[in-house]
């Protein structure tokens, strides 16, 4: 570990306090529709959507009207990607020709894109037209974005608001989500993002003539083997930019190549690495101000901020650590940091991240439900790779996904309150609302749904040599992860691949394909549940005797329960995959 | 219900054989339904039972581990029962005690031609008018139309004093089981048969009508929803294991599941319930539901009479004050003479104090040609005619008004000495000889020892109390400072404290207040916790949620305590049930899979013997925390009056943090004592 590699995480975090409060602020003016400096812009436009559609600006809704829009919504345009990716071949804006898709393929892509997991099961610059990137991937990527951050903003009116039986208006918010919070800003990024060199047209694939040929040596199943001579390099480009924004500041993190943020045209530099995970970041930091402020409890949001900011910094560090550390099968080959080299583990890490920035965004992209990756996880060390996966057991709560972190966190919270809030000689409560029988109900269906559906279809897998076991790359404890990790990432809305599993067979596709409907929608519908029964409720003035939600015990209590949770859900499962197979490597034994 | 059965030893023989009867009973799977987390428990015992009588059968080796396994896992279920059976219990031992008082009796009903019979008094109906003389027992509930006696409620009271019950105004209810000490009354009965007050008591403390409190209800939905998860955990596990090349027997699948789920709070959690209303019955104070005694664990606000619960409740003479031209002498003698008469405490105050001051000593009532003038509410004075002179003493505007002109030049000096009174907190008494003004007597009001204190606590707690008093509100400022309450209403009428009451409550406050009379009912029924005096009368028992037996107001704020300790307990005993879960992981989770992966060793960082022990070991000591956690369960975690901020702190300190290493200790010795001991 170099002072160098914690300058970047600590200036990292740095920059995410800075952007908290005003991005925060803003929020909250967009959602209470109050004016902005946007407005004289983006106001036209908003009425003029309203009037196309026959939206009611004003009218609010109950829960369940809300819940409904969202499910409908999400429906149509998940079979709208569905039909697109099967008929592209028909379709414009296709130089290279590609054929429709296959339809579990789809399926599974169809349901990643709506719900902002962004897994991969395919190879896009292969797979996919630039039509269904920009007008099926792109737009999802912007709409789950949006629903997410609606969500979020619905779960706080239900916090605020007193004996009032709606949470807003589920088209509004989506409608200003987009125009103010997410297409303003990603035009910026993505200037900024070409500026370091990122691409963005529509240009057909490039041949290159390479310099020095490659001889490329294949061995068949009957051992023979072939050897061919590679002369000529394709390049593929298309408008990459645009996609590489809202792919970050809306937590997609569906890459348009395959090498996803590790791709040089995608993710080039330093800076522009900065960026994306500034960019992943920036709107769940600022939601926790932007629910102070709602709830007008404003060290109450800081105090969610300090335990995600505690959370993050202890990924952080045990995945840098773990990295720099190296792998004890390889000693007697220099691993230490030095002038010359990153040391430590840099097996599919990128030489222009290093271990600092490699180790720092694998935390950043697992932490929020973003799913990007600038190298791979598979590669790293078994307790490296165990932070980015113990992250999104956690529940990807440590800021989050736009949206998903807050009311994600938010659930957290009820349950802290609800535990030890009788601890304090009070029936529980939250910012002034009783948390009774019913909101723990579904605090608890949200909270059971996740590991659920990780665990089932995971020991499914783990015992069906023909189905589950065939497809992963690594036998003994390594397996196990790269199957846990697929199904992790799919429930949590991750979309990060382990990689070292052929998760495109029909299996895995549609398992991780039901993973992620479930994983969004089973938690959104008890959450706006929440959310309705809150906004019933009165409120009672806090006093002395309230438990307190501001204070930094609080801050640690919500860690403990996050982190006591997910270790007791997932500790056993977790102790036969990453932690037995690092104890295994400590002790010199490796798996092939 | 003497001294000595309210505060009974957690660990009484009597009640602990009948509760370790009580928990066999209880394993009926129909009863253990109820409990989720127990249920898994019993569920698993079954099957843990079924796969060994499989093994003893084949004759599988090492069934001294799966017998023993087995063993503890049917005695957690058994130590749940026995917790919950021994809080009943204690609630039936007083049950018992009322039954006693609850002895045949029968009644003389008094017919509509005005002649009386003898029936049963089960026979007797609401509306019965019956006829009851001294020695003999009330023979049901009902309310005194005509008369005035002395009771014994010790039955219900444990109090032995003797109360005083009249018709009318709000001594007139009586409970059925009493005893009439002296005198005769007539009493309409206002209930039937087994509908009785000591009916509910007895149902109420033996638990029959015990219904989960909705808190209760939320944390048994949390406690489902963790077993939900481990079962998850659990079963999900085998498919991993057998990944691994490591599959488990059923044994260690059911111990590490049992140790997982919280069986300390789910076995602990009715219990708990239970004591908490026991612990109010102990300080005589009846909750009609476990509803309420929540409830009163979350008041904001405390509304307290003043009489009574601020102040000794009576005024006191402290000074008399001359008009100019007056001897003090002159005016304690008159003060004296016109107080003669005046049964009341601050009318014998008045008497006393003359006699202390001037040395006047009391005379005898029947002096000669003297006339007692009463108090009555037209002229609001009283006071006495003798020799020629009349004397008076009142409220300052009365006796003004009686003096008429001959008071007029004494006018400011009056009303000056008056005000300096009321505004310190005093009440003024003007007295008056053949119309003509003398001074004014200083009644105080004296605030109760240690109160000042109590509020103090009970801002720090964040509870705010108001004072309610009928006095004018310069008095009731003034005690309101010296006693400390946040909070007034003066000159309060019954309408007035229902108007506050709805303003604190729309304000999303939960209001406890106490009272007695008839036209405190409405309010009470409107508080969130309302507290009846057991003098009071019928309606206001049947308003409020809780009846105090002892008739002290004062005991609100215990009842508070008492509520908030029954959340506490509640509160704390979960946070260390699920906080134990980590030492159980790291004594099962290596112990399983030490064979196949021996450098899994490295997580058993208690250094437990061997797979077997670690196992039997997390087991018993889950099995055992049940046991060693109710004295906890029944007395309630120790109640501190402070901040919820530094509550949270020193709770979560010993119950969480304690909940995290307690296991590891505890595990640790246990496995040194059974490898010891050659159980494993």
Not at chain 1, 195 to 218: C, F, M, W, Y
Request: charged fraction near 15%; charge should be neutral.
């Amino acid at each position: 570990m170099t002072l160098d590699g914690w300058l970047q995480i600590l200036f990292f975090l740095a920059l995410i306090f800075a952007v908290t409060k005003p991005l925060g602020l803003y929020m909250a003016h967009v959602f209470n529709r109050e004016r902005t400096f946007l407005d004289p812009i983006l106001r036209p436009l908003e009425r003029l959507i309203y009037r196309l559609t026959g939206v009611a600006e004003t009218r609010e809704m109950r829960w369940t009207e809300y819940a409904v829009a969202m499910l409908l919504f999400s429906l149509v345009s998940m079979l709208a990607l569905y039909l697109l990716q099967r008929f592209q071949n028909f379709l414009p804006f296709n130089p290279q020709k590609l054929a429709g898709v296959a339809p579990d393929l789809a399926f599974n892509t169809a349901a990643s894109f709506t719900t902002n997991t962004d897994w991969q099961s395919y190879v896009p610059e292969v797979t996919m037209s630039y039509l269904t990137q920009m007008a099926g991937l792109a737009y999802h990527n912007f709409v789950s974005a949006a629903a997410g951050i609606a969500l979020a903003i619905a779960f706080i009116r239900g916090i605020a608001r007193r004996e009032i039986d709606a949470i807003g208006n589920f088209w509004v918010d989506m409608v200003r989500g987009v125009l103010w919070v997410l297409l303003p800003f990603c035009l910026v990024i993505s200037l900024l993002l070409v500026s370091q060199g990122v691409v963005q047209n529509l240009k057909a694939a490039d041949t290159a003539r390479l310099v020095e040929p490659q001889k490329i040596e294949h061995v068949a199943e009957d051992g023979s083997r072939s050897l061919t001579i590679s002369t000529e390099q394709t390049i593929a480009q298309g408008p990459v930019a645009s996609q590489e924004a809202i792919k970050m500041w809306g937590t997609n993190g569906g890459g348009f190549f395959n090498a996803n943020s590790a791709h040089p045209f995608e993710n080039p530099t330093p800076l522009a690495n900065l960026i994306q995970m500034f960019a992943i970041f920036a709107i769940p930091a600022g939601l926790t101000y932007t629910l102070g402020r709602i709830t007008g409890a404003q060290r109450h949001g800081w105090a969610v901020w300090a335990a995600m900011a505690a959370l993050f910094l202890f990924g952080a560090t045990a995945a840098y650590r773990a990295e720099s550390r190296g792998n004890p099968l390889l000693a007697g080959t220099d691993q230490r940091a030095s002038a010359a080299q990153p040391g430590g583990n840099m097996e599919g890490k990128e030489a222009r991240f290093g271990i600092a920035g490699s180790a720092l965004f694998a935390t950043v992209t697992t932490d929020a439900s973003c799913g990007a990756v600038n190298s791979m996880h598979d590669s790293f060390t078994p307790l490296g790779g165990l932070v980015p996966l113990a992250n999104i057991m956690l529940g990807e709560v440590v800021f989050g996904g736009v949206g998903s972190g807050l009311y994600g966190i938010l659930i957290f919270v009820i349950l802290s309150v609800f535990i030890a809030g009788l601890m304090v000689g009070r029936t529980p409560e939250y910012l002034g609302k009783k948390i009774e029988a019913y909101d723990v109900k579904m605090a608890m269906l949200s909270v059971l749904i996740f590991p659920l559906v990780i665990l089932i279809f995971t020991a499914l897998s783990s015992v069906s040599p023909r189905f589950g076991t065939s497809s992963i790359a690594n036998p003994g404890p390594h397996g196990l992860s790269e199957m846990l990790y697929a199904f992790t990432s799919g429930a949590g809305n991750n979309g990060s691949a382990f990689a070292g599993i052929s998760a495109n067979t029909n299996w895995y596709n549609t398992t991780i394909g039901f993973s992620m409907l479930i994983g969004r929608f089973f938690v959104i519908i008890p959450v706006l549940a929440i959310a309705g029964n809150l906004g019933r409720k009165r409120s009672v003035p806090p006093s002395l005797g309230t438990f307190p939600v501001t204070t930094p015990l609080f801050s640690m209590l919500l860690v403990s329960v996050i982190v006591i949770v997910g270790a007791l859900t997932f500790f056993p499962v977790l102790s036969l995959a990453p932690v037995v197979e690092h104890l295994l490597m400590v002790a010199g034994k490796s798996f092939s | 219900m003497s001294e000595t059965s309210k505060k009974k030893a957690v660990w009484d023989a009597g009640i602990v054989k009948l509760a370790l009867l009580h928990a066999l009973v209880k394993l009926n799977p129909r009863t253990m339904m109820k409990n989720p987390v127990m249920f898994v428990v019993e569920v698993g015992s079954v099957m843990t039972t079924l796969f060994l009588i499989r093994d003893i059968a084949t004759g599988a080796s090492g069934t001294g581990f799966s017998i023993q396994i087995t063993l503890w896992l049917w005695f957690t279920a058994l130590f749940a029962n026995f917790a919950e059976a021994m809080a009943e219990g204690r609630g039936k031992a007083q049950a018992d005690a009322l039954r006693k008082a609850k002895t045949e009796t029968t009644a003389n009903r008094l017919l509509r031609d005005g002649q009386m019979e003898i029936v049963s008094a089960l026979e007797l109906r609401k509306a019965d008018i019956v006829v009851v003389s001294a020695g003999e027992f009330i023979p049901g509930d009902g309310e005194i139309i005509e008369g005035v006696a002395s009771v014994d409620e010790s039955a219900i009271t444990g109090e032995s004093a003797p109360v005083i019950r009249e018709a009318g105004g709000d001594r007139s209810a009586v409970t059925g089981g009493t005893r009439v000490l002296s005198d005769k009354i007539k009493v309409r009965i206002t209930s039937n048969p087994g509908e009785t007050f000591i009916d509910r008591m007895i149902a109420l403390v033996e638990g029959a009508e015990r219904q989960k409190t909705p808190n209760e209800i939320a944390l048994n939905i949390l406690l489902a929803g963790l077993t939900i998860i481990f079962l998850l955990a659990v079963v999900t596990l085998q498919p991993f294991a057998i990944y691994s090349n490591a599959g488990q027997s059923i044994f260690v699948l059911v111990a590490l599941l049992v140790c997982l789920i919280p069986t300390t709070i789910g076995g602990l959690l009715s219990a708990i319930g239970i004591a908490g209303m026991d612990r109010l019955i102990q300080h005589n104070v009846l909750a009609m539901s476990g509803r309420a005694v929540e409830a009163a664990g979350d008041i904001n606000t405390l509304l307290l009479d003043k009489t009574g619960t601020i102040t000794l409740g009576n005024r006191r003479a402290s000074e008399f004050i001359p008009l100019q031209g007056v001897s003090e002498t002159e005016l304690s003698d008159a003060a004296q003479l016109s107080s003669l008469a005046d049964e009341t405490p601050e009318g014998r105050s008045i008497v006393v104090l003359a006699k202390e001051l001037c040395s006047l000593r009391g005379r005898e009532l029947a002096l000669p040609a003297a006339t007692f003038i009463p108090f009555t509410a037209q002229t609001r004075m009283s006071g006495v005619d003798m020799d020629g002179r009349e004397i008076r003493k009142g409220a300052a505007d009365a006796i003004e008004k009686y003096v008429g002109s001959n008071g007029a030049q004494a006018t400011n000096e009056l009303r000056e000495i008056v005000e300096r009174i009321a505004r310190s907190g005093g009440t003024p008494l003007v007295v008056a000889d053949n119309r003509r003004p003398l001074g004014v007597i200083h009644l105080k009001d004296i605030v109760k020892g240690g109160m000042r204190e109590r509020f103090d606590q009970l801002r720090a707690m964040g509870i705010k109390t108001v004072m309610m008093t009928g006095d004018n509100p310069l008095t009731a400022a003034s005690i309101a400072d010296e006693a400390g309450v946040d909070d007034f209403l003066a000159e309060a009428t019954p309408e007035d404290k229902m108007a506050l009451i709805k303003r604190e409550q729309a304000g999303g406050k939960l209001v406890a207040m106490t009272g007695d009379g008839t036209n405190d009912a409405p309010a009470l029924a409107q508080a969130d916790v309302g507290v009846a005096m057991n003098t009071g009368t019928q309606a206001a028992k049947e308003a409020g949620n809780m009846v105090d037996l002892d008739s002290n107001p004062t005991k609100l704020i215990e009842v508070v305590e008492i509520g908030k300790q029954l959340l506490m307990t509640r509160g704390a005993l979960t946070t260390f049930s699920i906080a134990n879960d980590v030492a159980k992981y790291f004594a099962i989770i290596p112990a399983m899979f030490t064979v196949a992966f021996p450098v899994l060793r490295a997580l058993n960082v208690m250094g437990l013997a061997t797979p077997q022990s670690a196992v039997l070991s997390a087991v018993i000591f889950n099995a055992l925390i049940i046991i060693a956690l109710i004295p906890l369960a029944l007395r309630g975690v120790e109640y501190r009056a402070m901040s919820a901020a530094a509550l949270l702190r020193r709770n979560l300190l010993i119950y969480g943090l304690g909940g995290l290493v307690v296991p590891f200790i505890g595990i640790k010795l246990i496995d040194m004592l059974i490898t010891a001991i050659g159980l494993a």
